[in-house]
């Protein structure tokens, strides 16, 4: 390494510079560099480092270096660290007495370091850190050197220690200006007022609130008394000469409350505290804080006030309370009257039971010497008494009193009360009948229900004019409960008389419903028969149920053959099937006219086998019903009893109801039977004509087509060998014979086609719809000219069918299409479907030429067409061949056009599984 230069004629003036130096600095780095450098330009060390205390961040601070070098990384963290020289912070001021070996290894050593010597820099109670000076072999400090070294650690010392004071003074000055800003921050922003105040009261500051308090800028308050600011009152005056005295002595007040009059001659109520504040001045100080209570106070005052007029609203109101529960008192025990007359109410059982018990118990009400309670009759004119409550009754319950002698006035009709307060001047007989009894006034009471007058209550005193209006309104609360209690038994009583009524309905409904249930099973039976024997048998098993008897048949009459046909016999002698003579059957002339009658035995007579008949099975009496349909007897059902006279009217509905059901019935097997015998007829000829049509069909194939062949092979013989024998009249007339040939070929080959549709066997397999559609349509590009069409295939639900005929349905609306659009510029064909109403429905729209939409229906018939034959060519075969294979899929087909708009043909098959089935 490069040693330091060493001298022992060391400079004293160079130790007093450097003191001089470090009373310019005022950084502890900056302190710790002056030192090395002084170390290695002094010559007092080959190695030389300060090691700072350990600040803020936690590491300890290493600068310094080696000879003119920086002091490398090694040697620095190895000194950080405290390690090799051990520890130099002891206490020693003095450099180490002593060689400290430096150990071999190690950074310092790294670096030619062979011992080195420690200061501890600090004061007595304080330590800043260690000044290291590191000797190369051999070299060692000089007794000079050492003293040098001693007393540039203590300049150090001195001068960290000057620079620790000056940053603790600078921090405590900063702080205090933080403090005195964030206190006058808190003292102007204060949301309650305060002022400094001299002890004589002289306003000295005044924060921001206290401006806002007074209304007045801080300048216009500064040297105003706090005492001169309380309002000019009794109680003001008094509570400035006690603030004063307080401001004067420094006694500390809280929350006063003082009334104080601002300088816009406002008054406002303030919460005042005063605190006093020691300066350490002459001039004592007293901190003053005012909150604004105004609003409080005035809330106060209003709530003193409301205070005091409630108090006055309740002594009224409990005065009023008093009168009102000495009268709900008096109510109480009229409504336990009422209560206790509602009870014996509901314990009567009629009107008059209700009305006297009412008279009984009005006396708790209405004292008086006479009560009564009449009903008017509007229907019958008069009034009945149903209760009169007196000593010597006059006009006594149940008394029928004519209007005309019933006193009823206008009012009483009304539904108002009203007093007659002396019966002399009531010229009514039943008045003064009252009046003898020594009866003189009066109180009528109308009994309402729905505004009508049912009824009147009357009471009777002996003194004239000796009802008050509380006795009105007392009676008539009475005159209400009686007029609903009787409106409520007249109801009671039409209630039971009603369910009495519909007690006897229940019961003839449910011998009514038990009738129409076997009725209906008997016509499900009927429905279910499949022959008139089974029919009859079944209708006289079931009707047993209703209609009791003991033997029952039912026989059919064949008038004409002299006949009657027992179809069906129930526990009978009787065996059924079978015929009898007409003349061993009793029909009397009522029941061939139609009209049921009973017979008994002695009716018999004329008919002794008949009569034999009824003496074996016991019977005394037989209900004979005639079937007839359209006023002709068609037959007769008998049921007989063992009793004479033994069917009731209820019986002979039953019976007739049972005879009309059995006439329909047997009516409708009848024409059954004629229906099903025509229906075989038809069959059989539809057959025989349908054998003919074929044998129709085979000749027309056969025998047509053999001249047509000639024709067609005649006129190409011409037109090959001959034409130019013949003019242009000639040639235009054999091309006419020629096309008319072939479409005569066509049309045969048409007609064949349709005539097979009907005989046709199906195969119903599921189809892909739209790949039969896309063959049609290649199917009808080999067949035609269409280059210049477009043809548009949608998707296609698929459907179940016959593939091969449903193909020709697609082949013939295409080549129509195909047809109707070649005079089209740019002929378009469009083929699309979809599922509606659970129908697969298929179109084909095309833009020619359309049609008359008046003629949709009729171009499905057979040679029909929409346009001339001269027009466009075909035989009108076509769309009758698609209605027919849609008709024989259980669908249909139908067509929407207009003339130039071009034309629509759709076809609708129903869903797979219907198809299917």
């Not at 004293?12 to 450097?18: D, I």
Request: glycine content about 6%.
């Amino acid at each position: 390494m490069e040693a330091s230069h060493h001298t022992s004629d060391l400079d004293p003036s160079s130790v007093l510079g450097f003191g001089s130096a470090l009373a310019l600095l005022d950084s502890t780095e900056e302190v710790a560099r002056l030192l090395t450098g002084a170390l290695r330009s002094m010559g007092l060390a080959d190695l030389q480092a300060v090691i700072l205390e350990a600040g803020a961040a936690g590491a300890p601070c290493v600068l310094g270096s080696v000879g003119a070098r920086p002091l490398p990384d090694p040697v620095a963290d190895e000194l950080r660290r405290g390690l090799p020289v051990g520890n130099a912070g002891d206490g020693d001021t003095a450099p180490s007495g002593r060689r400290v070996e430096v150990p071999e290894g190690s950074a310092l050593a790294g670096q030619g370091i062979d011992h080195v010597a420690t200061v501890r820099l600090g004061t007595l109670d304080q330590h800043f850190g260690t000044a290291v000076a590191g000797l190369v072999e051999d070299h060692t400090h000089t007794p000079l050197e050492r003293s040098s070294l001693q007393m540039m650690a203590a300049q150090t010392s001195m001068a960290l220690h000057r620079i620790e004071l000056d940053q603790e003074r600078a921090a405590q000055a900063k702080a205090l200006r933080t403090s005195e800003a964030r206190y006058r921050e808190l003292y102007e922003n204060a949301p309650v007022a305060y002022v400094s105040a001299t002890a004589e009261g002289e306003i000295r500051m005044a924060n921001r609130r206290a401006t806002e308090l007074f209304d007045a800028p801080e300048a216009a308050l500064m040297g105003r008394s706090i005492p001169d600011f309380c309002a000019d009152t009794p109680e003001g005056r008094e509570a400035a000469r006690e603030l004063a005295r307080c401001l004067e002595r420094g006694t500390p007040v809280r929350d006063d409350e003082v009334e104080l009059c601002l300088t816009n001659g406002d008054r406002i109520w303030v919460s005042l505290t005063i605190q006093p504040v020691e300066t350490g001045g002459d001039t004592p100080e007293r901190l003053v804080m005012m909150v604004d209570v105004t609003e409080r106070r005035h809330a106060e005052t209003a709530l003193r006030e409301a205070r005091d007029e409630l108090e006055a609203r309740v002594e009224a109101r409990t005065a009023e309370l008093e009168q009102t529960n000495e009268r709900l008192e008096r109510r109480t025990r009229r409504l336990k009257a009422l209560r206790d007359i509602d009870q014996a109410i509901l314990a009567a059982e009629s009107p008059e039971e209700i009305a006297g018990e009412a008279l009984r118990r009005a006396e708790q009400i209405l004292p008086c010497e006479r009560a009564s309670v009449s009903i008017i009759e509007w229907d019958r004119d008069q009034a009945t008494v149903l209760a009169v409550r007196q000593e010597e009754e006059v006009l006594a319950g149940g008394t029928e009193i004519p209007l005309d002698d019933f006193y009823l006035t206008e009012t009483l009709r009304a539904g108002a009360p009203e007093i007659i307060p002396d019966l002399d001047e009531v010229s009514v007989e039943t008045a003064r009948r009252i009046r003898e009894q020594g009866i003189q006034s009066v109180l009528c009471l109308p009994m309402t229900v729905e505004d009508v007058l049912m009824g009147t209550v009357k009471i009777g005193r002996p003194g004239p004019d000796a009802f008050t209006e509380d006795d009105r309104h007392k009676g008539q609360e009475l005159a209400d409960h009686l007029a609903i209690a009787l409106r409520q038994a007249r109801l009671q009583q039409r209630v039971e008389t009603r369910t009495t009524e519909l007690e006897q309905a229940n019961e003839r409904l449910a011998h009514q419903t038990q009738r129409l249930q076997t009725l209906r099973e008997i016509d499900q039976a009927i429905l279910a028969a499949e022959s008139p024997e089974e029919i009859a048998a079944e209708a006289i098993k079931r009707v047993r149920s209703i209609l009791p008897y003991r033997s029952a048949t039912v026989t059919v009459t064949e008038w004409d053959a002299g006949n009657a046909r027992v179809l069906a016999a129930e526990d009978n002698v009787v065996e059924a099937p079978t015929t009898l003579p007409l003349e061993k059957v009793h029909l009397s002339d009522a029941l061939r006219a139609g009209t049921t009658e009973v017979l008994s035995r002695a009716d018999y007579a004329p008919v002794p086998d008949a009569q034999a008949r009824m003496d074996e099975m016991g019977l005394q009496s037989i209900l004979c019903v005639p079937m007839a349909v359209e006023d002709a007897v068609i037959g007769v059902v008998h049921v007989g009893r063992t009793q004479p006279d033994a069917f009731t009217d209820d019986d002979w509905r039953i019976a007739g109801e049972l005879a009309d059901h059995m006439a329909i019935a047997l009516r409708q097997s009848q024409l059954l039977e004629a229906v099903q015998a025509q229906r075989e007829q038809l069959e059989e000829r539809v057959q025989e004509r349908t054998e003919e049509l074929e044998s129709f069909t085979y000749s027309v194939s056969h025998d047509l087509r053999t001249p047509l062949r000639a024709i067609d092979g005649y006129t190409r013989i011409l037109k090959e060998d001959h034409a130019d024998q013949l003019n242009d009249e000639g040639q235009r007339l054999l091309n006419v014979v020629y096309e008319s040939a072939q479409t005569m070929g066509t049309l045969i080959d048409d007609l064949l086609t349709l005539s097979r549709l009907g005989r046709h066997e199906m195969n119903h397999v599921r189809i892909d719809m739209e790949a039969l559609a896309q063959e049609a349509i290649d199917e009808v590009r080999r067949a035609h000219a269409t280059a210049a069409v477009t043809f548009d295939l949608a998707s296609l639900p698929d459907a179940t069918g016959d593939r091969s005929m449903l193909r020709h349905v697609f082949s013939n609306l295409l080549s129509n299409a195909v047809k109707f659009t070649q005079n089209e510029e740019a002929p378009r064909i469009e083929v699309c479907g979809e599922v509606r109403d659970d129908e697969r429905v298929y179109a084909v729209h095309d833009n020619g030429v359309g049609f008359d939409p008046g003629r949709a229906k009729e171009l499905f018939g057979v040679f029909e067409r929409a346009h001339a034959a001269d027009d466009f060519e075909g035989t009108g075969v076509g769309l009758a061949i698609v209605e027919r294979i849609v008709r024989r899929h259980d669908g249909r087909a139908w067509a929407e056009g207009r003339e130039g708009e071009g034309a629509s043909f759709f076809f609708a098959l129903p869903p797979p599984e219907a198809a299917s089935s």
